[in-house]
RNA sequence: GGCGAUGUAGCUCAGCUGGUUAGAGCGCACGACUCAUAAUCGUGAGGUCCGGGGUUCAAGUCCCCGCAUCGCUACCA
């Protein structure tokens, strides 16, 4: 009886290249697939990319092309990253596709027919100054709060799901299924978020502004934003296939935790609302740290993991992403982890144990496949040690504990090593009456190199495939031959070939580290085009009135924590200005610094606290701040142009 | 400020429903072996399980109060 597999990776919006976070997710499922697809379950794996909205449009006429071919061009650099990752989708969308445009209209129809989808006659009350809608709590005497001004009342010209209708259903359903979405910490988050009013959706934007989407089939005038587009590909692939029957009751979904929000709140009570069965798991995974190599944190210095891959071989690669994540929880990304594990793992115990095995079979074999003689209690021990795994390894892939399954296919392969040192075939070639022990000994290691090749076949399908070829074996395989100790033919030819993992050698990976310092990577990172506001003329610049001040107090903000509320003399003048500099600087360090202010600003209340002007400071594209300064001293409320 | 996560050996992390002297891998020290990619095998050193209270016969594991780091969020004129 075989079960039924169909898992997916988010479609990846096509605005940028792909990295580490697109192929992390994609590996891993990548992983699974394979791993099912070995014990011969029904599989369907599939990705794809997101193509439509307003950025995509816009990064297209930037590139002077039209929205269609650039969404072309970057989707083909998806799918060639992922050729070149060895992942084995069975299904790529694309929501540029009519089969897909064509089911999420219907779909959306549906849900509009039955009243689910509205117009966003919601509005609200609407505070000009401010740009945005306040609820009645928020108004102070039926003011808005920061501009003491009457809000007026405004509807926005767009459709609405009816989400908040369905929070009480979802909600039952978190409740009563403990492993809808996994692991538990994701399951209290979208939790959590339903403890209180998720509201409706936005679901459409005006045609006018947005002409990149698919049209809402009952109004030409507006076109889907992304929601009902995007996640509604899981369904319309399957569903355009006529497969939905096959797959749909099966499917889940593996995303990184950034995403968590559309899919553990928005996407089920989509589902609900179009009668479509609700999927069994959403899995959420963390997030790659990638550190900064030593020192400098100047742009370009960044490792970049996908630049590793190419360095360390693919295979190598997605054994590291997958042994040193455990599944829900960050991981660091250091080069020298990676390297480490190479060498301990793959290296020292599992590529070393397959050249030792072909070394003394070569030498006292001639590369001959031997047969078994009757087992030792030792001989058992081994074999039970692999034979027993298929079934704990799967039982580890569907928990989505990747990590203790390759632990346990290592701790078998160290099992093994130990075996040789146990048994001493070298010694056992000494002695012609201790022929046949030998053989039984050779034959053990073989086939141990056989079952953990099987078994780590999903995570390294290059390298396994090249260490059976060494052994002999030829051939697809099955989980089930890694639960079988005699599959091997004796009197078979072996093939020794180059070490499967050659060690990396630390030492002078740590001296270019030291060295380098990231200088060498630094130049080439191209930096991207400046974006540039409208033209101003002499006259509006004018306008502003620019001042030397003084900080002479930094104090906290009564009511936000992000905030300081500074104390700024300007000349004759002291300003109080809330600042949100307060992750940057210290109140000693703002203390008696000379700063540039803008004096002519209209005053604003920022939660409850006045500010009187804005204090300019520059910020780079990771989010670093400097204030700007004078660099020479001049005395305050001195103008600047 | 709200919500959440994390904090266990030098490093990376396991420790499910509380139960014998707290674990693994790497690194380190010493020893063994020599078939092997200076690999392997064995032994060992090393921990106030973030801190403080509490519940319990028993707490890394449960409760409360803190601290630190991170994320989301409010906010950043």
Known sequence: MTATFYATTPIFYVNAEPHIGHAYTTILVD??????????????????????GEKIAKAAEAAGTTPQAYVDQVSQQFRDTWDRLGITYDGFIRTTESRHQKIV????????????????????????????????KELEDGKCPQHDLEPEYR???????????????????????????RPEGYRNEVLAMLREPIGDLSISRPKERVPWGIPLPWDEDHVTYVWFDALLNYWSDLESQGLDDRYWPHVQHFIAKDILKPHGVFWPTMLKAAGIPLFQHLNVHGYWLVEDRKMSKSVGNVVRPLELEQRYGNDAFR????????????????????????????ANDLGNLLNRTLGMLGKYRSGVVPSFGP????????????????????????????DRALAMVMEAVAAANKYVSDQK????????AQSERLDTVLRGCLEALRCASILLDPVMPGKMQELRAQIGVSGDVILDDASHWERLEAGSATEPGEPLFPRVDLEALKATMDVAGGSEEASEAAAPALEHKPEITIDDFAKLELRVGTITAAEDHPNADRLWVLTVQVGPETRTVVSGIKAHYTAEQLVGTTVILVANLAPVKLRGVLSQGMILAAEDAEGNLSLAGLDRSLPDGSEVR
């Open 31 to 52: 992983v699974a697939a394979r791993y099912h697809r070995l014990a011969g379950d029904d599989v369907r794996f599939l990705t794809g990319t997101d193509e439509h």
């Open 105 to 136: 209209q219907d779909v959306l129809q549906r849900v509009y027919d039955q009243g689910d989808i509205i117009y966003g006659e919601y509005g609200g009350l609407y505070c000009v100054k401010c740009e945005r809608y306040y609820t009645e």
């Open 155 to 181: 509807s926005e010209a767009n459709y609405f799901f009816r989400m908040e209708k369905y929070r009480p259903w979802l909600k039952e359903q978190l409740e009563t299924n403990p492993n809808l979405i």
């Open 319 to 346: 054994y590291f992403l997958l042994r040193d994540m455990s599944f829900g929880l960050d991981a660091s990304f250091h080069e020298l982890g990676l390297a480490e594990r190479i060498n301990a793992d793959l």
């Open 375 to 402: 087992l030792t209690a030792e001989d058992e021990a081994l074999r039970d040690a692999f034979t027993s795994l298929p079934n704990a390894v799967m039982r580890e892939v569907e928990g989505l504990h990747f």
């Open 425 to 432: 075939p070298w010694e056992l070639a000494k002695d012609e």
